[in-house]
Nanobody, 113 residues
């Protein structure tokens, strides 16, 4: 099992960012994908999850309205789209399998003017 994420991003406040997570080594639609982030000096924050089989999503309450998860089953890739970025969104973003056995390598998102 391997999860490979897209590269680092730098955005201005108010912009949007989309991070990808390409899965391999298993049947993509068999397991949901968690999204987790870690801000500098902070612990891990669960952002939500997506079930690639039916596109069903669950979002952390503090992010609802600003975040969207999608999954492309043709490429076995999950995406997180975060809008109206704030400096507090600066973090390393991770995708992970349901039991957190496997993680992507992380994507640094920096929000700064």
């Amino acid at each position: 099992v391997q999860l490979v994420q897209s590269g680092a991003e730098l955005r201005n406040p108010g912009a949007s960012v989309k991070v990808s997570c390409k899965a391999s080594g298993y049947t993509f639609t068999n397991y949901y994908i968690n999204w987790v982030r870690q801000a500098p000096g902070q612990g891990l924050e669960w952002m939500g999850r997506i079930d690639p089989e039916d596109g069903g999503t669950e979002y952390a309450q503090n992010l609802q309205g600003r975040v969207t998860f999608t999954a492309d089953t043709s490429t076995s890739t999950a995406y997180v789209d975060l809008r109206s970025l704030r400096s507090e969104d600066t973090a390393v973003y991770y995708c992970a399998t349901p039991s957190y056995d496997f993680w992507g390598q992380g994507t640094q998102v920096t929000v700064s003017s």
